[in-house]
């Protein structure tokens, strides 16, 4: 088991690629929290790792609010006794055109993708200093490193996710801390569910592979790069998009 007894929090974990990671997780032996704002998605994905023999707890958690997210590491390492890795995978669009972008859907994005991995980032990174090491993995974006169409906020977010992920890399590697991103291309969840089927299918026609992603191979990635098999990487950000943009 390549995360045998490791304590693992998963932001945004109750869906999409955050579920696929908790599950990947756990079935690879780690003790994992499924943080989330949804309570009902929450609930669903620790019964299924529970109901398939791994071992997991839910926490119901905005990661722009400070306070409850204090609350969610003291969760993990009063059930768990550590917190070894952090995903921090909470994210949201709200598209829109330069032109027609409100300031609205400018902060929304901002706080839950920018100041929602720095919230989690600094809490979980105290625990993990005085353990004296950690993983913090972070998701960025296709859209980060290249832009996109309608994406103004959160294609900032995502290219600041990778400055974030350098930053803490750098300030933490002396701490034992690893800290990576990765960036996925287009992956079939409810986040991808809300664009036009066109733009999908383009997307599918420009890869190289001739294919979408689905979570488990952006989980495939957080797993290796939470794992001890990744233990002389840090500051990276490993894209796996089916060479979208080559
Ligand atoms: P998703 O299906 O929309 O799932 C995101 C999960 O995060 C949802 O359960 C959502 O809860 C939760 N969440 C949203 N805001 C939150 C907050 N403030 N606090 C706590 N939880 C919150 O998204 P996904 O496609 O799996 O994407 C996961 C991550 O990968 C995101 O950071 C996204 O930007 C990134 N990513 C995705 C793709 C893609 O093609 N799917 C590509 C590149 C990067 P609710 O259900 O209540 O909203």
Known sequence: MRLKEKVAIVTGGGRGIGEATAKAFAREGAKVVVADLNQADVERTVAEINGAGGRA???????TDRGKVE????????NFGRLDILVNNAGITAD???AKMTEAEWDRVIDVNLKGVFNCGQAAAK????QGGGVILNASSVVGIYGNFGQTNYAATKWGVIGITKSWAKELGRKGIRVNAV???????PMTDKMPEKVLEMMKDKSPLKSLGYPDDIAAAYLYLASDEARFVTGTVLSVDGGLVL
């Open 57 to 63: 707890i839910g926490f119901v958690v905005n990661v």
């Open 71 to 78: 609350e969610l590491v003291q969760t993990a390492t009063s």
């Open 96 to 98: 829109n055109t330069l």
């Open 127 to 130: 625990v993990m200093v005085e």
């Open 183 to 189: 960036a996925p291309g287009f992956i079939l969840t």
